[in-house]
């Protein structure tokens, strides 16, 4: 008897689970129409979002394009400020800073700035770069290592040195970034860093060009510590 009764109490229970799960809807309709109904919005405003933000890195494509034509040919006001039908590095920043064109625009802006003389805009500029990649990453550090220095304070300059030397982790730029902090440390007299960051270039870079000429370099600060 129990085994003739198990398929009725089988649909007994679905049944049971049904009236269950209904109730629950009835009960939660309209809590339950309000999520969806968000779920939809949010859906809906991630897709123009989207769109919006392809449509903006094209235009800041376009506009990047004159502007780093100018900065090629080292007229670093127009790729600055514009030539009154292009936007130049500083307005690209401003009006597409959400998109990577305007982002590697503050690159730029800096990089002009720096040979423009403007060292404290450099600064300004090159710390809002915050694209990870490998070559301007480490050069945007090293340009406010230069700007510091440029306004007095070597102790900032080496911090953005070594920073730069260490993010690079590379044979062309690391050894450079050393070399300056190295230099810096000898015109302070504290010799004993500056060998540090000389005997790291001949370690670990001695096939670069500072690596190449380093031994000199270490000759000479061992004379002040020895």
Same mark, same amino acid.
């Given at each position: 008897?129990?085994?003739?009764?198990?398929p009725?109490k089988?649909i007994?229970?679905?049944?049971?689970?049904?009236t269950?799960?209904?109730q629950?809807?009835?009960?939660?309709?309209?809590?339950?129409?309000?999520?969806l109904?968000g779920?939809?919005?949010?859906v809906?405003? #991630?897709?123009?979002?989207?769109?919006?933000?392809?449509? !903006? $890195?094209?235009?800041?494509?376009?506009q990047? /394009?004159?502007?780093? !034509? /100018?900065?090629?040919?080292?007229?670093? $006001?127009?790729?600055?400020?514009?030539?009154? $039908?292009?936007l130049?590095? @500083?307005?690209?920043?401003?009006?597409?800073?959400?998109?990577?064109s305007?982002?590697?625009?503050?690159?730029?802006?800096?990089?002009c700035?720096?040979? &423009?003389?403007?060292f404290?805009?450099a600064?300004?500029? %090159?710390?809002?770069?915050?694209?990870?990649d490998e070559v301007?990453?480490?050069?945007?550090?090293g %340009? @406010?290592g230069?700007?510091?220095?440029?306004?007095?304070?070597?102790?900032?300059?080496i911090?953005?040195?070594?920073e730069a030397?260490?993010?690079?982790? $590379?044979s #062309?730029h690391?050894? @450079?970034y050393?070399?300056k902090?190295g230099? %810096?440390y000898e015109?302070?007299?504290? #010799?004993?860093e500056? &060998?540090k960051l /000389?005997?790291?270039? !001949?370690?670990?870079?001695?096939?670069?060009?500072?690596?190449?000429?380093i031994?000199?370099?270490?000759?000479r600060v061992? &004379?002040?510590?020895?």
């Amino acid at each position: 008897m129990t085994k003739k009764n198990e398929p009725t109490k089988g649909i007994e229970n679905v049944e049971h689970t049904l009236t269950q799960t209904e109730q629950f809807l009835e009960q939660n309709y309209k809590p339950l129409l309000y999520v969806l109904a968000g779920a939809v919005v949010l859906v809906g405003l #991630f897709w123009l979002l989207r769109m919006y933000t392809s449509k !903006q $890195n094209n235009e800041a494509l376009s506009q990047m /394009y004159m502007a780093e !034509q /100018y900065f090629s040919e080292d007229s670093l $006001n127009l790729a600055l400020n514009g030539d009154g $039908n292009n936007l130049g590095f @500083i307005d690209i920043a401003k009006d597409y800073k959400a998109t990577k064109s305007g982002k590697l625009a503050n690159f730029y802006a800096g990089a002009c700035m720096m040979h &423009l003389g403007q060292f404290e805009e450099a600064v300004d500029y %090159l710390n809002k770069y915050s694209l990870k990649d490998e070559v301007l990453a480490p050069q945007a550090k090293g %340009l @406010i290592g230069d700007a510091k220095v440029e306004l007095g304070d070597p102790a900032e300059g080496i911090k953005y040195y070594l920073e730069a030397a260490d993010m690079a982790e $590379n044979s #062309f730029h690391s050894p @450079i970034y050393l070399m300056k902090a190295g230099m %810096l440390y000898e015109s302070e007299g504290n #010799f004993v860093e500056a &060998l540090k960051l /000389y005997e790291r270039i !001949q370690d670990k870079y001695a096939e670069s060009n500072e690596g190449r000429s380093i031994d000199k370099y270490i000759a000479r600060v061992k &004379l002040h510590i020895d």
